[in-house]
Every structure is written in C-alpha cells, then in structure tokens.
C-alpha cells in the first residue's frame, strides 16, 4: 500500500455528512406555474385557458409574428459570426428602442444609459441592483396589486417594498385619490413603481391627466420612478401607451424604464428586454453605465442574441417595421374586440371596456374560481386575473355562461 492511500481517511457514511443544502427550507411553488401545468394536463376539449399570460390569435395559438419571421429568415443569411456581443448587448438594437420608448423628439441622449437584457425581468433585476447600489435604505412604493414577481425581484435584491392602495375591487378601476394620498407621505428619495401601460394584473391605467398628476408629485417629492413597459402597443396603440411616460420623462432629473419585446414582438421564448435609465447629467450618466455593466457581469455576463437581433433588423427597415406596426395594431384590435364581446354579452364584464392590455381582474373568490376549473375547465389564476387575449370567438361563450353560473 502507498503512504498516499495509508493517509486516506474513511468517508463518512451519508447519514453522518452534514450536507451543504441541510438548511435549505422548501419554496413554494409559483401558483401560476402550477396552473399551467394543470391545464396541460387536463385532456377535456372543451378547456379554456385564461391564466397564462401570452397573446393568442382567433384560434388560440401563439403565433410568429410575419415581421419577426422575415427578420429571423435575414438574420440567418446575415449572420456570420457567433461571437460574444458584449455585456451591453445589441448596441444599435437599444439605439432603435430609444425613440419608440421616448420618442423620435427626445433630445436627453446624453443623459441616457442602459443597454440589453434578457427580457423584462432581466432589466428589472438591474434596476433595482442599481437602486441598492446608490441608496440601500430606499422603500419601493407600488400600487397594489402588482404583478407578483416584482415583490420577489425586489425582496432578492435586498430592499423594502411598501405597498399603497391602487385598484378598486368593488368598483374595478383606480382610486387614484389614494394613489397620490399615499404618495404625498413618501419620504425623499424613495423610489415609485409604475406600469407604463396596460397594468399586470388589473388592466387599469393612468389617464394622461393622471400622470400629470403624478409627474407633480414625483417631482416635488424627490421620488425616483421605475417604470415597466411591457406591452407598449396593446393598450390604445404604439405612440398612445407610452404619452404618459413621456410627460414624465420630462419632468424629473432621474428615472428607470425596463422594456419588454416579449409581448409587442410575440418574442416569449427570447427573453428581449432592455433597461434605461435616465440620470441628471453625462457625467452621472457615465457612472450608472458602468454599475450596470458590472451588474450584467455577474448575473448573465452577455444577453442571447437571437431576439434583439430580429428587432434591430425590425427597426432598421422601413418595410418590416411598417408590417410589424399592423400586425400589432391587429393584436390591440383583437384585444379590444374581446373585452367589447365579454361587455356586450353581460353586464358583469362592463367594466373591462375602460380597462386596456390582455388582463383583467374577475371579484371570484377562490371558490368560485376552484369550481370554474373543475366543472367548466377554465384556468385562470387565484386572483381572479384573466387573460382577455387568451379568449377565442368560439370560448367566449361558454366563458361567460360558465361565469354567469357561478356569480
């Protein structure tokens, strides 16, 4: 025998070794996630699919959209190199975001940063890195409710979130009047959470008088607003949906907007996001580009390409970016339709036509909402938020009977 083997301790059996993961607690399952593997799952025809989040066509698919296949079909003629891009990503794909985002007139270039993400949450996760970065101690104000995953994104971050009211449950609309009361109370230097337009999970927006309302407020008060556009263009159209973050744009020294092309360019499985941010001078500009790049580094260090590539190609060309435009006012036409059918078919879902976006929230309590599925196979989620874009003219309804029943 060697001395190398002499000197080998026995291994401790398994039962004796502590192990790395021991003190590890068990996490709950995301209950959307969980829907959606039901609804998989269920073999009845007859199912209807209003839980996940993704535009559908008439005939319930999610389809390419044509501007998006063109560009795909260019970029494999084109592409010849699959080097890294860097941890900015798609340089000019940000470059072309910026006057759909802020418009053909913004004129702040040199106070804007940001660059590529792996779609919205991606961009999100940044943002509030950067905030811990400069200002630990800062609350994350945001109407309730709000999509669920940016408590998780900011708890993991590692700062507070506050909660104020936002959304009427009896009468489904914004009691705007407790928004700005609230915000009144917030201290300097705290940090707003906005939807841009078409609100997860409500489907109620500001109107522009509103967010010049709040664009005061925000400024008297020194707030930092983060805005999440994620469904630019299904509300009341490309330019329509973004008035109101423009204004305020424009009124304050300092904001974050984190984009998604998931939606607006059908892009789901790409996850093409991108992050701007807003500072008060090149200077403060130069610094908040470096955090982020040192922040991408660690997360991801470089974005996927593929997406970004086929909306730059998009952007570029005149051509594409005009059938891109139709196809996605067809999308906000189809969305629109849905809740204009629900409204005429019951006066239930009348509040719904001054809602904007795919969502909508349902007052079911989670009764209601457990029989819908077990009895009529409809999925949605147990908030009672429904994806109006997952309805087709064939399961509407049977859609509305089966709520008529059970309310």
Same mark, same amino acid.
């Given at each position: 025998?060697? #001395?190398?083997?002499?000197?080998?301790? /026995?291994?401790?059996?398994?039962?004796?070794?502590?192990?790395?993961?021991?003190?590890?607690?068990?996490?709950?399952?995301?209950?959307?996630?969980?829907?959606? #593997?039901?609804?998989? /799952?269920?073999?009845?025809?007859?199912?209807?699919?209003?839980?996940?989040?993704?535009? %559908?066509?008439?005939?319930?698919?999610?389809?390419?959209?044509? #501007?998006?296949?063109?560009?795909?079909?260019?970029?494999?003629?084109?592409?010849?190199?699959?080097?890294?891009l860097g941890s900015a990503g798609d340089i000019e794909f940000f470059?072309?975001?910026?006057?759909?985002?802020?418009?053909?007139?913004?004129?702040?270039?040199?106070?804007?940063?940001?660059?590529?993400?792996?779609?919205?949450?991606?961009?999100?996760?940044?943002?509030?890195?950067?905030?811990?970065?400069?200002?630990?101690?800062?609350?994350?104000?945001?109407?309730?409710?709000?999509? &669920?995953?940016?408590?998780?994104?900011?708890?993991?971050?590692?700062?507070?979130?506050?909660?104020?009211?936002?959304?009427?449950?009896?009468?489904?609309?914004?009691?705007?009047?407790?928004?700005?009361?609230?915000?009144?109370?917030?201290?300097?230097?705290?940090?707003?959470?906005?939807?841009?337009? %078409?609100?997860?999970?409500?489907?109620?927006?500001?109107?522009?008088?509103?967010?010049?309302?709040?664009?005061?407020?925000?400024?008297?008060?020194?707030?930092?607003?983060?805005?999440?556009?994620?469904?630019?263009?299904?509300?009341?159209?490309?330019?329509?949906?973004?008035?109101?973050?423009?204004?305020?744009?424009?009124?304050?020294?300092?904001?974050?907007?984190?984009?998604? %092309?998931?939606?607006?360019?059908?892009?789901?499985?790409?996850?093409?996001?991108?992050?701007?941010?807003?500072?008060?001078?090149?200077?403060?500009?130069?610094?908040?580009?470096?955090?982020?790049?040192?922040?991408?580094?660690?997360?991801?260090?470089?974005?996927?390409?593929?997406?970004? #590539?086929?909306?730059?190609?998009?952007?570029?060309?005149?051509?594409?970016?005009?059938?891109?435009?139709?196809?996605?006012?067809?999308?906000?036409?189809?969305?629109?339709?849905?809740?204009?059918?629900?409204?005429?078919?019951?006066?239930?879902?009348?509040?719904?036509?001054?809602?904007?976006?795919?969502?909508?929230?349902?007052?079911?309590?989670?009764?209601?909402?457990?029989?819908?599925?077990?009895?009529?196979?409809?999925?949605?989620?147990?908030?009672?938020?429904?994806? &109006?874009?997952?309805?087709?003219?064939?399961?509407?309804?049977?859609?509305?009977?089966?709520?008529?029943?059970?309310?």
């Amino acid at each position: 025998m060697t #001395a190398y083997a002499e000197n080998i301790t /026995e291994r401790p059996s398994h039962s004796e070794k502590k192990s790395v993961f021991s003190n590890l607690k068990s996490q709950p399952a995301d209950a959307l996630l969980e829907l959606i #593997a039901l609804c998989r /799952e269920d073999t009845r025809e007859n199912k209807i699919d209003v839980g996940v989040g993704v535009f %559908c066509d008439d005939q319930g698919h999610t389809p390419v959209m044509r #501007a998006v296949k063109a560009a795909e079909i260019q970029l494999i003629h084109e592409q010849n190199t699959k080097s890294y891009l860097g941890s900015a990503g798609d340089i000019e794909f940000f470059r072309r975001l910026i006057p759909v985002v802020f418009g053909n007139d913004f004129k702040d270039h040199e106070r804007l940063s940001g660059l590529q993400t792996p779609g919205g949450t991606g961009a999100l996760r940044l943002a509030f890195d950067l905030i811990h970065a400069g200002n630990p101690n800062a609350d994350i104000h945001y109407g309730n409710p709000t999509w &669920v995953n940016h408590l998780q994104i900011i708890a993991n971050t590692g700062l507070n979130s506050i909660s104020h009211p936002f959304y009427n449950r009896e009468k489904r609309q914004i009691d705007f009047d407790a928004v700005l009361d609230d915000l009144k109370q917030v201290k300097r230097g705290d940090v707003i959470l906005l939807h841009g337009c %078409c609100h997860n999970p409500t489907g109620c927006d500001f109107t522009f008088d509103q967010w010049k309302a709040l664009s005061e407020v925000i400024s008297q008060k020194g707030l930092l607003p983060v805005i999440d556009l994620a469904y630019q263009g299904l509300g009341d159209g490309l330019e329509e949906d973004v008035a109101g973050l423009r204004w305020l744009s424009q009124q304050v020294d300092e904001m974050i907007v984190t984009y998604s %092309c998931d939606k607006n360019f059908g892009l789901y499985r790409e996850r093409t996001g991108a992050i701007f941010v807003l500072s008060q001078n090149a200077e403060s500009r130069k610094i908040v580009q470096s955090n982020l790049i040192a922040s991408t580094r660690t997360h991801w260090s470089m974005p996927p390409d593929h997406g970004a #590539a086929a909306v730059r190609i998009i952007l570029e060309n005149e051509a594409l970016y005009d059938s891109w435009l139709t196809e996605l006012n067809a999308m906000q036409q189809r969305i629109s339709g849905n809740r204009q059918s629900l409204a005429k078919a019951d006066s239930y879902f009348a509040p719904l036509l001054q809602q904007k976006g795919m969502f909508s929230i349902l007052p079911l309590s989670p009764e209601q909402i457990k029989k819908l599925r077990i009895e009529n196979a409809i999925y949605m989620a147990p908030s009672g938020r429904i994806n &109006v874009a997952g309805l087709t003219p064939t399961t509407i309804d049977p859609f509305v009977k089966a709520i008529q029943k059970v309310i």
